[in-house]
């Protein structure tokens, strides 16, 4: 494990990336961020040194990991001086060759929602690998199965539909949670009286095809149910168009 790394971002991402590579072995070099409190607290916990200009970056690594944001990854590699190691981003929805300035680059792309306060197990988190070489291939081959169990190549056609159905199974998901927590905080009831059915449904979900799991007044075309939910809902026309636009969709998938 003598593969030194720079680690350019200090946000979830790189939080997370950063403190499974320290746990395998792997000494950090450097954490870069634009903000330096944020690279010197990301530093501090993999005894890396903290900077916060891209022209102080160590020119020797043998990997640069560039976890910023999707809109930030051009602005780094245009700033980045010319370094002899492999460089890669962590983006599920950007190409692989916005590094193709770089000689050796490629992709890993972490495919779990992460949060820098929440601990969890790294190695059960999936690793998406694309790389532009054999030796940017054996590289993150190797650091990517040293921290996860779950690694698997994917080209950048994939890795963005697969983006796409996360933001579906779980963006899009956890905003459905945060419009019943509100409508049930309305009526002074609890988020926690949905838990059975969260778990319940997210279970069969997840051991049966979703098509075949799906329940409710539109999978059963219930129009007089859906109109009178949609009339509880008039007072919010977001919530009411939400209800409005899945209902139709679920209609339409289970229609004869």
């Known amino acids: 494990m003598d593969k030194t790394i720079v ?6 991402v790189a939080t997370h990336l950063s403190m499974a590579l320290k746990n395998a072995g792997y000494p950090i070099l450097q954490v870069f961020s634009r903000k330096i409190d944020n690279a010197f607290t990301l530093a501090s916990l993999v005894e890396a040194k903290a900077i916060d200009k891209l022209s102080d970056i160590e020119r020797e690594a043998d990997l640069y990991i560039i976890a910023v944001s999707d809109v930030a990854i051009g602005q780094v590699v245009e700033a980045m001086p010319e370094v002899k190691g492999v460089v890669a981003h962590t983006a599920g929805s950007v190409d692989m060759d916005v590094l193709n300035r770089f000689a050796r680059y490629g992709v890993i792309y972490p495919f779990q929602t992460l949060t820098k306060e929440k601990e969890l197990d790294f190695r059960k988190v999936p690793l998406l690998i694309e790389e532009n070489g054999s030796v940017a291939r054996r590289i993150l081959l190797e650091l990517a199965n040293a921290i996860s169990d779950h690694v698997q190549k994917a080209n950048s056609a994939k890795r963005k539909t697969l983006h796409i159905g996360a933001v579906f199974s779980s963006n899009f998901v956890n905003h459905l949670y945060a419009i019943a927590y509100e409508l049930l905080k309305k009526e002074g009831l609890d988020f926690s009286l949905l838990e059975p059915l969260i778990k319940e449904t997210t279970q069969k979900a997840l ?17 007089a ?8 809902l008039n007072s919010n026309s977001f919530y009411h168009e939400i209800y409005s636009i899945l209902s139709e969709s679920i209609s339409k998938m289970y229609a004869d």
């Open 207 to 223: 051991t049966m095809s979703p098509i075949d799991a799906q329940t409710g007044p539109a999978r059963r075309g219930d129009r």
């Open 225 to 232: 149910v859906m109109e009178r939910h949609k009339e509880l």
């Open 7 to 12: 680690i350019i971002g200090a946000g979830n």
